[in-house]
């Protein structure tokens, strides 16, 4: 597609479920991130993949995150049992090269809004 | 641990005036410091860049000045327009490369 597009725009879920979230990035493109963005705030970093392999998890507050991207494509960052401070947006992007190829621009999606109630 | 702090964190300019928006960073291996902008309800989207290698980068109204000693970099916006109302992020990355840093955001509001 002509930009990265996440899915669903807007999720609402109780506290204690699990929730998933899309990201289809932009064909052909080697990175793709994951960020969280807190009302008010700037992108945190979560997790980088290289192609189908998650390179850096550093980022991810807690073991009920859980990121993938099987075939190199489309990821899915999962959250299980969902706690209100999980609410924010989360932030796909991704960039043609692999990490300090010089392919330094990232093409953001639009986010999914998550409220955890 | 904030490597990137911004200031200021709202800013009401008129019609035609110049915004000013900075940056301080503490990791000295940064050496790619882009500014991106974001529209409610969109992702953010870079807007310009700068290596170290010079102290300024000029793209139309946009100009980033940039201080290797002082750690700082700014963007200056001319003639702000009521279209130029976003929030922007200033970023670092180490080796040029894609892994950012953000700042927290400036909110920016140009009153017609």
């Known amino acids: 597609g002509a930009g990265v597009s996440q899915s669903p725009r807007y999720k609402v879920a109780k506290r204690g479920q699990d929730v998933a979230l899309r990201c289809d990035p932009i064909?052909?493109?080697?990175?793709l991130f994951w960020y969280q963005q807190a009302l008010g705030q700037g992108p945190e970093f979560l997790t980088y993949?290289?192609?189908?392999?998650?390179?850096?998890k550093s980022g991810l507050p807690s073991d009920r995150f859980f990121a993938e991207r099987p075939e190199g494509s489309v990821s899915t960052l999962k959250i299980q049992r969902t706690q209100q401070e999980d609410s924010a947006v989360y932030l796909c992007?991704?960039?043609?090269?692999?990490?300090?190829?010089?392919?330094?621009?990232?093409?953001f999606g639009a986010g999914s809004r998550l409220t955890v109630l | 641990q904030q490597q990137v702090k911004q200031s200021p964190q709202s800013l009401i300019v008129q019609k035609g005036g110049i915004s000013i928006i900075n940056c301080a960073y503490e990791?000295?291996?940064?050496?790619?410091f882009p500014w991106y902008q974001q529209f409610p309800g969109k992702g953010p989207a870079l807007l310009i860049a700068?290596?170290?290698?010079?102290s300024e980068k000029k793209e139309g109204r946009f100009t980033i000045s940039f201080n290797k000693s002082a750690k700082q970099f700014s963007l200056h916006i001319m003639d702000s327009q009521p279209g130029d109302s976003a929030t922007y992020f200033c970023?670092?990355?180490?080796?040029?490369?894609?892994?950012?840093?953000f700042g927290g955001g400036t909110r920016l509001m140009v009153k017609p």
């Open positions: 992007a991704s960039s043609w090269g692999a990490l300090n190829s010089g392919a330094n621009v990232l093409t």
């Open positions: 064909s052909g493109h080697v990175s």
């Open positions: 993949f290289q192609n189908e392999a998650q390179l850096d």
């Open positions: 990791n000295t291996a940064f050496d790619y």
């Open positions: 700068i290596r170290p290698d010079v």
């Open positions: 970023a670092a990355s180490i080796n040029a490369g894609n892994m950012l840093t």
